[in-house]
């Protein structure tokens, strides 16, 4: 280990890990500090997005969507099965196994580029000094010509019941269970919420989600956000809104919640409680007394457009700076700050930063929302192409949900894209490409696109919104 670098990164997750490796890259020397521990104390880079979130999340979401299938839709596809049981043991092993490749990967990617992974604590002292704690309690000081703060989040407790890895669980505990509960309580009914509300309910948990807020999914579009409502509740997910919860107890064998609505106080029993309202940024003893970088009153390294702190050679990146907490931004911050410390090109264009929720139907959107463009008083137009209209998403027994297109009536720039429906996540980025290009939406209309193929609902939904729609009546 040298004592001195060209870059030094603290924090190896999502948006610490790609910048350390564009650094190497570019022909930097460079170090990445990462404090990661898991569960059997082993260290491991790639962050909460690896080891306890993005990553372990799909592959739950994965194994629980397959049992749901086997149960509801084989007999439909003429497929016979006398049972489809779920063996947590095993479904757990394979979620072990896919996060270990995962994160494996880097310490091989960090090879490639010929960066120093270092496991322990990493603080910023003054003068682009780093404090560095090994795993084993050793202190060494290194110095950087840059650093790039990328220290994340963590998940915000509920005052009244501290987590406990047993009863009341973060996201990552929530991912863990070895058995099903029979009655599991989630609070929040944002993304984790809804995510690992799924993963149970479809593995036969009686799911109940409180959620403070009156409104379901404020951030997404209206219409979708109401298809979205409809879909849940039809899994049989109980989901209560503006039922803000105020207190929680744990009791031998359980967890007893107590919540206010707007018919009053209510008391609720579950076996389990996750605890999903939101994450704060992880910058707590990150930085020493006088390194001149500011933190917001909520935590947040205070950062320019380019990630910049305001201190010399110092930036900040992904989860622990403003914008949505999102493993693609803050990956693309990482490299941005990588490209401009070596004197190249970089920008984060954050108007199309796209949003997914991995749901089924799964849940993607970019750009504005219709009550977003409708409050700023633009001119548009509108096509929504339902899934029941498209052959591949019928041949694929998935029709629930639609592709909706915003755009400018006057000059047709495309405004925002909103999908829920099958693969989602994986049609937003044809938007996403749209969007980045300027494209309007009649280039859209123009572009030529696989039949049959889910895609098509894009194309369709483009259409629709000039009422040119092939296949779908026009309204
Ligand atoms: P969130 O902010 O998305 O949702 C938290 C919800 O909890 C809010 O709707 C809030 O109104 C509600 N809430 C807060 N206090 C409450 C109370 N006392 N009683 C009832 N409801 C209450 O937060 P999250 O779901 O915890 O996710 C954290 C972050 O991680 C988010 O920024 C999210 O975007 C990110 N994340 C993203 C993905 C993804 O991209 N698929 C997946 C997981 C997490």
């Not at 924090?11 to 990445?32: D, F, K």
């Not at 790639?46 to 979401?61: E, Q």
């Amino acid at each position: 280990m040298s004592d001195s670098y060209d870059v030094i990164v603290i924090g190896g997750g999502p948006a610490g890990y790609p910048a350390a490796i564009r650094a190497g890259q570019n022909g930097l020397t460079v170090a990445c500090i990462d404090d990661w521990k898991n569960r059997d104390g082993s260290y491991a880079f790639g962050g909460t997005c690896l080891n306890a979130g993005c990553i372990p999340s799909k592959a739950l979401l994965e194994s629980s969507e397959l049992l749901h299938r086997a149960r509801e839709e084989f007999a439909t596809h003429g497929i016979r099965i006398s049972s489809a049981e779920i063996d947590v043991a095993q479904m757990q092993k394979r979620k072990a196994g896919i996060v270990r490749a995962s994160t494996q990967g880097i310490l091989a990617l960090f090879k490639s580029a010929k960066v120093t992974g270092l496991t322990g604590r990493g603080r910023l002292l003054p003068g682009r000094k780093v404090e560095y704690t090994a795993a084993d309690g050793k202190v060494t000081q290194l110095s950087a010509k840059h650093v790039v703060l990328a220290a994340g989040s963590v998940p915000t407790a509920l005052r009244s019941v501290p987590f406990d890895g047993t009863a009341v669980l973060d996201s990552w505990g929530a991912l863990d269970l070895e058995a099903v509960p029979k009655r599991l309580g989630v609070i929040g009914a944002g993304v984790i919420g809804l995510e690992l509300g799924s993963v149970w309910r479809r593995l036969g948990a009686e799911v109940v989600v409180l959620e403070a807020l009156e409104g379901f999914l404020p951030m997404a579009d209206g219409q979708l956000a109401k298809e979205a409502l409809k879909h849940f509740k039809k899994q049989g997910l109980d989901i209560r809104l503006g039922a803000k919860v105020t207190g929680a107890s744990v009791a031998a064998g359980g967890v007893k919640l107590d919540y206010q609505d707007a018919s009053g106080a209510h008391a609720l029993e579950v076996d389990k409680v996750v605890v999903a309202i939101g994450r704060r940024p992880n910058t707590a003893g990150l930085l020493a007394e006088g390194t001149g970088v500011a933190l917001d009153e909520r935590g947040f390294v205070t950062v320019d457009e380019h990630c910049r702190t305001g201190v010399e050679g110092v930036y900040a990146v992904g989860d622990c700076v403003r914008g949505p907490m999102l493993a693609h931004k803050g990956k693309e911050e990482g490299v941005m700050v990588a490209d401009l410390i070596a004197g190249r090109y970089g920008e984060v264009n954050y108007k199309t930063v796209p949003s997914v929720i991995y749901t089924a139907p799964e849940i993607a959107w970019v750009g504005q929302t219709e009550e977003q463009v409708k409050a700023s008083g633009r001119a548009y137009k509108t096509g929504v192409f339902p899934f029941l209209a498209s052959g591949r998403a019928r041949a694929m027994e998935a029709t629930a949900g639609f592709a909706k297109l915003i755009a400018a009536s006057d000059d047709d720039e495309i405004l925002g894209v909103h999908v829920i429906g099958p693969m989602a996540g994986e049609l937003i980025a044809e938007a996403v490409l749209a969007m980045e290009y300027s494209a309007s939406s009649e280039d859209l209309q123009r572009t030529i696109h696989a039949h049959p193929t889910l895609s098509e609902a894009l194309h369709e939904a483009a259409l629709a919104a000039d009422k040119r729609a092939i296949d779908f009546p026009n309204r």
